[in-house]
C-alpha cells in the first residue's frame, strides 16, 4: 500500500487596515480557490512549496491528495464563512486517511473572528490526525504563534524578499519530515521572538539587519548543526496578538547535543536582532523631493531606467492600488518617457475598450477607494490620453518569482499621454515580473522611468535592468511608516512604538 500525503495550500497576508474585502472568489487570483485534481494541476511545476512537496511525494511513491490550494492578494480579514470553505476539503482528506500533512501556508492569515488563522488550521489538523508528521512552510511575513510551532513537526519559511526561494523552502520541510518518518532524523522545534515590528521596507536582506541573521541561519544548516534555521520579521500590517520578529529552528534529537544547538542557533539569531534593532525602523521622505531626485537621475543616462517605487499602495501587501498621489507628482513634475504599472481601475478600463484602440479618453483615473482605518480618501486624477492597448490580462511569469505560474490582471488598457504610458488594470496585482509591462507591448529596458507600484518584490523582476532606484512616499495602506496605523491588538511595549 503506497503512503497516503495529503497537500494543502491556503494562503492569505492579511492586513488588518486595508479596505479591500476578501471574498472566496478572491482566492485564485479572482478565479476562486481550487479543490482537488485542479489543485494540484494549478501548482504543480510552479516556483511554490506545494509544487516541492508533489515532486517529494511522487518521488516517494506515495499516493498524493491535493483537497484545496487558495492563494489570495492580499486584503482585509476574511469572514468565517470563506475560511471554512478552504479549510474543510483538507478536514475531509485527512478523514479518509493520512499518513502525512504538507501545508503552504502564509502565516499573517487573520479571519474575521480569529487573529491566528495558521493555528487554527494546524489545531484543526491535529484534532483529526493528532500524530500525523506533519511539515509547515511559511512565507517570509509571518506572525508566528507559539500554538502553531507546538503543534507542527517541522516549520521552514523563505529566506528571500523578493521570495524567489519559495519552492526551496518547500523542499527542505518536506524532506526533513520524510528523513523523519523514516527514522532518519528526529526533528524538534524551537522558537523566539522579539517585542519589534519591522518596517516592511527594512526586511530585505540587503536592506537591513537580516542579511546578518539569515547568514547565521543558512551557516547553520550546511554546516548539519540545524535541520532547518528561519527568521520570520512578521507582517506589520496584521495587528494581532502575535504581530513580531521570531524565528524558528528545527534541530535533530537524534543527533547529540542536536536540541541545544538548536537553541543555540535560535539565540543568535534573535541576539542580531536584538543589538540592530533600530534599523528595522522606517525614516519617511517627502514625495516632492522623491520625484525630482528620480528626475535628475534620468536626466542624461540611457543605461536603463530609473524604477520610481510607490511602495505606501502595494497590493502585493493589501493597498487598493489606486491612490494617485505619485503618478500625480510625476506628471507635474513633467517626467517624460514613463511607464507606470498598474493602477487598478476596472471603470477605467470599461471605458478605454468602449472608446478602442487609438482613441483618445478622458478619465477620472483611481482614486476609487476610501481609506477609513488611516483616514485617506480616494481622490482620482483628471487625465487625457489615447488608448494604447487593450489585452485580456492573462500573462505567465517568466521568473525569477513564481516562474511559469499563470496570473490574471484581468481586462488590462495601456493610456497614453505623450509622456507617460500608465497600464491599467481591472484586478490586483504586484508589478513582480517584467510581463507586466511586455505583455502589453511596453518594453521596460527602453524607458527612462518606470513608477511601479510595489514595494521589495520589483526587485526580482526589474532590479537587474534598472540604472537607479527611488523610493517615493505616496499614500496608502502599505504605507511604510507605522506611526500611520492605529493598533489595537498588537501587544505593548513594542518597537517602534516603544522602546526595546
Ligand atoms: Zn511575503
Keep these: 500500500m503506497p503512503k497516503r500525503f495529503v497537500i494543502a495550500l491556503i494562503k492569505h497576508e492579511t492586513n488588518t487596515f486595508s479596505p479591500i474585502e476578501t471574498p472566496l472568489e478572491r482566492f485564485g487570483h479572482g478565479h476562486g480557490p481550487s479543490f482537488g485534481r485542479d489543485a494540484r494541476a494549478a501548482f504543480e511545476g ?100 507559539p500554538e502553531t510551532v507546538r503543534l507542527a513537526d517541522v516549520i521552514t519559511g523563505y529566506k528571500t524578499y523578493p521570495h524567489v526561494d519559495m519552492y526551496e523552502s518547500g523542499l527542505l520541510a518536506g524532506s526533513i519530515l520524510i528523513d523523519a518518518m523514516a527514522g ?19 526586511h530585505a536582506p540587503e536592506d537591513g539587519p537580516s542579511g546578518e541573521i539569515l547568514a547565521i541561519a543558512r551557516a547553520a544548516e550546511a554546516s548539519g548543526r540545524v535541520l532547518a534555521a528561519t527568521l520570520l520579521p512578521a507582517f506589520a500590517h496584521a495587528d494581532t496578538r502575535y504581530t513580531a520578529l521570531s524565528v524558528v529552528v528545527v534541530g535533530d534529537a537524534k543527533r547529540p547535543g542536536g536540541e541545544a544547538d538548536a537553541v543555540a542557533v535560535k539565540d543568535q539569531m534573535l541576539a542580531v536582532a536584538r543589538a540592530r534593532h533600530r534599523e528595522y525602523a522606517y525614516v519617511p521622505t517627502l514625495l516632492a523631493e522623491d520625484v525630482a531626485r528620480a528626475r535628475a537621475l534620468g536626466s542624461d543616462r540611457r543605461d536603463g531606467p530609473v524604477l520610481l517605487i510607490d511602495h505606501c499602495d502595494n497590493c502585493g501587501s493589501g493597498g487598493t492600488q489606486d491612490v494617485m498621489a505619485v503618478t500625480e507628482e510625476i506628471l507635474r513634475q513633467g517626467l517624460d518617457d514613463v511607464a507606470i504599472a498598474p493602477i487598478r481601475d476596472p471603470l477605467a478600463v470599461r471605458k478605454m475598450i468602449a472608446a478602442g484602440v487609438g482613441n483618445n479618453v478622458s478619465l477620472a483615473l483611481g482614486g476609487a477607494t476610501d481609506m477609513p482605518s488611516i483616514g485617506l480618501a480616494g481622490r482620482p486624477l483628471s487625465i ?21 505560474l499563470k496570473s490574471h490582471l484581468g481586462p488590462t488598457a495601456v493610456l497614453d499621454t505623450g509622456r507617460a504610458q500608465i497600464v491599467i488594470t481591472s484586478l490586483h496585482h504586484e508589478p513582480f515580473d517584467l510581463v507586466i509591462l511586455r505583455h502589453c507591448g511596453i518594453e521596460p529596458t527602453r524607458k527612462r522611468f518606470i513608477m511601479l507600484k510595489s514595494r521589495i518584490h520589483y526587485r526580482a523582476g526589474f532590479k537587474p535592468i534598472a540604472a537607479d532606484i527611488v523610493e517615493c512616499q505616496g499614500a496608502g495602506v502599505t504605507s511604510a511608516d507605522l506611526s500611520t496605523y492605529r493598533y489595537a491588538r498588537l501587544p505593548r511595549p513594542s518597537f517602534p512604538f516603544d522602546p526595546l
Design 46 to 145: 510552479s516556483a511554490t512549496p506545494m509544487a516541492a512537496y508533489i515532486d517529494l511525494a511522487r518521488r516517494e511513491g506515495a499516493e498524493i491528495v491535493t483537497p484545496v490550494a487558495a492563494e489570495s492578494w492580499p486584503s482585509a480579514a476574511a469572514s468565517r464563512a470563506t475560511f471554512e470553505t478552504l479549510v474543510r476539503p483538507l478536514e475531509d482528506a485527512l478523514r479518509a486517511g493520512c499518513d502525512a500533512v504538507f501545508l503552504d501556508l502564509h502565516g499573517a492569515m487573520v479571519v474575521e473572528d480569529c487573529d491566528d488563522a495558521e493555528g487554527e488550521i494546524l489545531r484543526r489538523v491535529r484534532a483529526i490526525a493528532p500524530r500525523a508528521p506533519l511539515a509547515v512552510t511559511f512565507d517570509y511575513h509571518t506572525n508566528l504563534s
Design 184 to 202: 532518519r532524523v528526529k526533528p524538534v522545534l524551537t522558537s523566539g521572538a522579539l517585542p519589534v515590528v519591522p518596517s516592511i521596507m527594512r
Design 384 to 404: 487625457s490620453g489615447r488608448v494604447r492597448t487593450i489585452t485580456d490580462g492573462e500573462i505567465v511569469f517568466r521568473g525569477p518569482m513564481y516562474t511559469g
